[in-house]
C-alpha cells in the first residue's frame, strides 16, 4: 500500500511558476514510477508528466513539454512537477499517481493521491 499527499498547489498569476510536490509513505516508493495528472471542471482527468522509478526515463503531454519537469527524490519519498510559464487553462486539481510501470495511462496507475488545486489567474 502507498499513500500520496499533493502540496504546493495555490494561486498563482499567468506567467507565473509552482512546484508540486507529493510524498509517499510506505517503504517501496522507489520500485514505482510516478506520474502527475490533472483534472478540470466538467473535463476529463488528463496526463501531465511522468517518471521512472530510476529517473532515467520521463513522459510529458505536449501541454507540458517545454514548461513542466518532473522529479524525484526516492531518499525522500517525494515526486515533483516544476511548472513555469503557467496559462488560465492550466487551472486544474492535480493529482499524482503510483504505477508499476511508466505509463501515460490513468488506468494503469494504482495510488492516488487527493490532488492539490491550481488555479492561475489572468
Known amino acids: 500500500q502507498v499513500q500520496l499527499v499533493e502540496s504546493g498547489g495555490g494561486l498563482v498569476q499567468a506567467g507565473g511558476s509552482l512546484k508540486l510536490s507529493c510524498t509517499a509513505s510506505g517503504r517501496t516508493f522507489s520500485s514505482y514510477a510516478m506520474g502527475w495528472f490533472r483534472q478540470a471542471p466538467g473535463k476529463e482527468r488528463e496526463f501531465v508528466a511522468a517518471?521512472?522509478?530510476?529517473?532515467?526515463?520521463?513522459r510529458y503531454a505536449d501541454s507540458a513539454k517545454g514548461r513542466c519537469t518532473i522529479s524525484r527524490d526516492n531518499a525522500k519519498n517525494t515526486v515533483y512537477l516544476q511548472m513555469n510559464s503557467l496559462k488560465p487553462e492550466d487551472t486544474a486539481a492535480y493529482y499524482c499517481?503510483?504505477?508499476?510501470?511508466?505509463?501515460?495511462?490513468?488506468?494503469?496507475?494504482?495510488?492516488w493521491g487527493q490532488g492539490t488545486q491550481v488555479t492561475v489567474s489572468s
Open positions: 517518471i521512472s522509478w530510476s529517473s532515467i526515463s520521463t
Open positions: 499517481a503510483a504505477s508499476p510501470g511508466l505509463t501515460m495511462y490513468a488506468h494503469e496507475y494504482m495510488y
